[in-house]
């Protein structure tokens, strides 16, 4: 008999006279002549009860069957006279797979986050976490599938490159050059390693995507990225997932025009297909998620300029940790700032100064900013950070000088700018803030299967 899926069954009109669920036991109770068993196989947060009855071949074993333990039952879903359920099954056959001991870290109470971290291949045994990644699958489909609507082109870009697209230094280096070898040498030789030069894992697969963007037109990449960030904040882990769409003929409103429609897809497909989940959040998580998501997809995202918000940040008198300035890059307390409280919806912060953004940005006619767009929301506040892209050569060029980036390395980057060259933009969006973004959960380490951060690479 073929397997049926939990969430399926409950779905189901009509009660059938054969099922059969595999899954694990999530609580279970045993009177004298039968047992009461509920079951989830992951597939929903809703559990299906079992009635296991004393006149099974096995009843023995099926009394000794633990929280944790994995079970398949085969028998007939009838409809429950229980409160809370509409269906469950009489079982005519049970199955035991495994019995876990008793000392099973997940048994039937409320577990902390902190904790659930130390057991990161259990927790998605959990409502909670089960939840979440049930979310975070479903919108990596929807990503796919808005890109695929709009006629963008999927691309693998390389992770392990030559070049730094940030610009920060930042950068887990790939060798496979023999430890011993560099400290007899005092220096690596990277002329000696794999790739004859220094390599890295990527942060961005910007610079890739430009290049299949002048040949293809739309363009998206979408995969994980790294940073050797030595930081420990509730936003960054070292290894994390970044949506960049590269989009060719396309200028900075252009950009933000298909940043807003992005998010306004990705939270109305999570509304209308993880109902279930979505609401335990909104219970017991972030009572307030709701109203977010109304504001998310009903209102009109606000665009000023960096300068406009640096003015509002000074105006407010409000107490901030970090110093606003013209000139420096926004804190997370100021972003939030500019989203909850003063605009209270998304915000497109463009045109920053030249100073603090890379050299692939478009200068602007000033000279002094360039066409650059963060977008900010609430509880997240950086969610998507682009630009329209510097098309034309001599401006790149001499942004490249400014910033003392060796030309020769980026040779096929100032290439493309003289072959066919167009106005193009795009941006990147880290997946695991979108995830922040509609579960309501505040730490970033909880939306990922397994978080790497500094001083910890288990699992």
């Avoid at 790739?195 to 979408?222: C, H, I, P, W």
Wanted: hydrophobic fraction near 35%.
């Amino acid at each position: 008999m073929k397997r049926a899926k939990i969430d399926a069954l409950l779905a189901s009109d009509m009660p059938l006279d054969q099922v059969c669920i595999k899954g694990w036991v999530r609580t279970k109770r045993d009177s004298k002549t039968f047992s009461f068993l509920e079951i989830n196989d992951g597939s929903c947060l809703a559990n299906i009860q079992v009635i296991a009855n004393e006149d099974l071949e096995n009843y023995d074993d099926v009394v000794k069957a633990t929280t944790g333990s994995s079970l398949s039952i085969r028998g007939k879903m009838i409809e429950s006279p229980g409160k809370g359920q509409k269906y469950e099954i009489q079982a005519s056959h049970i199955k035991i797979y495994n019995v876990a001991p008793d000392n099973y870290p997940l048994q039937k109470k409320r577990h902390s986050d902190e904790f659930l971290r130390t057991i990161a291949h259990l927790r998605p045994r959990t409502n909670k976490f089960g939840a979440a990644f049930r979310i975070r699958s479903e919108i990596a489909w929807a990503i796919h599938q808005f890109y695929h609507e709009k006629g963008f082109r999927y691309l693998n870009t390389p992770l392990i490159t030559g070049s730094d697209c940030e610009g920060a230094g930042e950068m887990f280096r790939v060798t496979a050059l023999d430890p011993a070898l560099v400290q007899k040498l005092g220096k690596m030789d990277f002329e000696q390693d794999f790739f004859g030069q220094e390599a890295n894992l990527t942060v961005s697969g910007q610079l890739s995507a430009e290049m299949f963007a002048l040949a293809l037109g739309d363009v998206y990449t979408f995969g994980p990225t790294f940073r050797a960030e030595n930081s420990n904040t509730s936003r960054h882990v070292a290894e994390f997932w970044m949506l960049e769409p590269e989009m060719a003929f396309c200028d900075l409103e252009d950009n933000m025009d298909h940043g807003e429609e992005l998010v306004k897809y990705l939270v109305n497909h999570v509304r209308n297909n993880c109902e279930q989940d979505l609401n335990l959040f909104s219970k017991f998580v972030d009572k307030s998620l709701p109203g977010l998501l109304d504001t998310l997809v009903n209102t009109t995202f606000e665009r000023v300029t960096y300068s406009k918000a640096i003015e509002i940040l000074k105006a407010s008198k409000k107490h901030f940790e970090y110093e606003v300035s013209y000139g420096l890059d926004l804190q997370s307390e100021h972003e939030r700032f500019l989203a909850e409280e003063y605009f209270k919806k998304p915000v497109f912060l463009t045109d920053y100064p030249k100073t603090i953004k890379p050299f692939y940005m478009r200068m602007n006619d000033d000279n002094e900013t360039v066409a650059a767009v963060d977008l900010l929301v609430p509880r997240i506040g950086e969610l998507i950070g682009g630009s329209q892209r510097e098309e034309r050569l001599e401006v790149l060029e001499g942004r490249m000088d400014e910033m003392d980036l060796p030309k020769e390395d980026y040779w096929w980057y100032l290439e493309s700018r003289r072959y066919g060259s167009v106005p193009h933009a795009g941006f990147g969006m880290g997946f695991e803030r979108f995830i922040m973004l509609v579960t309501g959960i505040t730490n970033i380490r909880d939306v990922i299967p397994f978080p790497r951060t500094p001083g910890s690479i288990e699992f």
